[in-house]
C-alpha cells in the first residue's frame, strides 16, 4: 500500500504551481508501462529524485523507489517520508543488503531509481559512474534506461545558496535502454556516454543556454560558458571533500556537511 508516496507527488505539484515552474519533459514513452526497470540519472541537486521520479508519474503514473544514503532514513523529518514511500536505504559498508533490495523490488516489478555518480557533479557533466546499475539490471533482467536532469541546481546545490525564484525550467529526458548483455564493465561505460548524450540534448534547449551568459554563470558546464568548474577540477574536489570527512574526529561526525 502507497498512503504516503502519492499524498508527497500532489504535494509537490502543488509547489511546482505556486513556484510557477516550467517542465520539459521528452522520452517518456521508454519507461515500461508496467514490470521492473532500473532509472539511472545523472546528479546536479538536492532535488533531482524529485525531478528524475516525475517523469515515470506522469507516464505511467508510477512509483520509482529511489536507493539513497542510510543516514536520510535516520532524519527526524526525511527519515519518516523515505520509509512510507519504500525507497531503499544504502548502507555503504554493507551494500550487499541494499543490492538485495533493490533486486527483490525489481523481480516485483517495481522501478528503482539511483544516481550512479554517487554524489552532485559540480561539473554539470556526468562524472565516472558506479557500476551497480548495470548488475542491478543484468542480474533482474530488467531494462536499464538512462535519464537526464536539469535546472535544479539553480535551486538548491552543493556550494551555492538555495533559490526558489518563480518562473525555473526543468528538463527531465528518458533514453532509450541499454544494453547489458555484454556485461556490466561495457554497460555501465555504455550508461555514462548515453546519460551525458541526453544531458547534452536536454542542456541545449533549456531557457538557461544562451550564447554568451556572462562570467557569473555558475549553474552552466564550462563548455556552455558558464563557470562551474572542469569535470577533472570537480573530480579533485570530491576527492578533497572525502579526505576532509576522513579526518572529521568521531565526535564531530554529527555537525560535518555532506
Known sequence: MDL??????????????????????????????????????????????????????????????????????????????????????????????????????????ELVGIFPEATISRSFKVKPIKSGAARLAEVADVPLLPVA???????????????????????????????????????TRLLRERMQALLDEVQARHPDTVPDPGPDAWWLPEHLGGSAPSLARAVEMDAADRRSRAATPPDAVGTAGG
Request: no cysteine; charged share 20%; glycine share 14%.
Open 4 to 109: 504516503v508516496y502519492p499524498p508527497v507527488i500532489r504535494a509537490a505539484k502543488l509547489s511546482f504551481r505556486l513556484l510557477g515552474m516550467r517542465f520539459q519533459m521528452s522520452g517518456l514513452e521508454n519507461v515500461p508501462l508496467t514490470g521492473g526497470a532500473v532509472l539511472a540519472s545523472n546528479h546536479v541537486s538536492y532535488l533531482d529524485f524529485i525531478f528524475a521520479g516525475l517523469g515515470p508519474w506522469e507516464a505511467h503514473r508510477r512509483l520509482v523507489r529511489f536507493m539513497a544514503k542510510d543516514s536520510v532514513f535516520r532524519h527526524k523529518v526525511s527519515g519518516p517520508l523515505m520509509r512510507g514511500m519504500h525507497h531503499i536505504p544504502v548502507d555503504r559498508d554493507a551494500g550487499a543488503g541494499s543490492f538485495d533490495a533493490a533486486l527483490d523490488a525489481l523481480r516485483g516489478g
Open 149 to 187: 536532469v536539469w535546472g535544479g541546481q539553480r535551486m538548491m546545490t552543493k556550494g551555492h545558496p538555495r533559490d526558489f525564484s518563480r518562473g525555473r525550467a526543468i528538463g527531465i529526458a528518458v533514453g532509450e535502454p541499454v544494453p547489458v548483455d555484454a556485461g556490466p564493465a561495457r554497460a
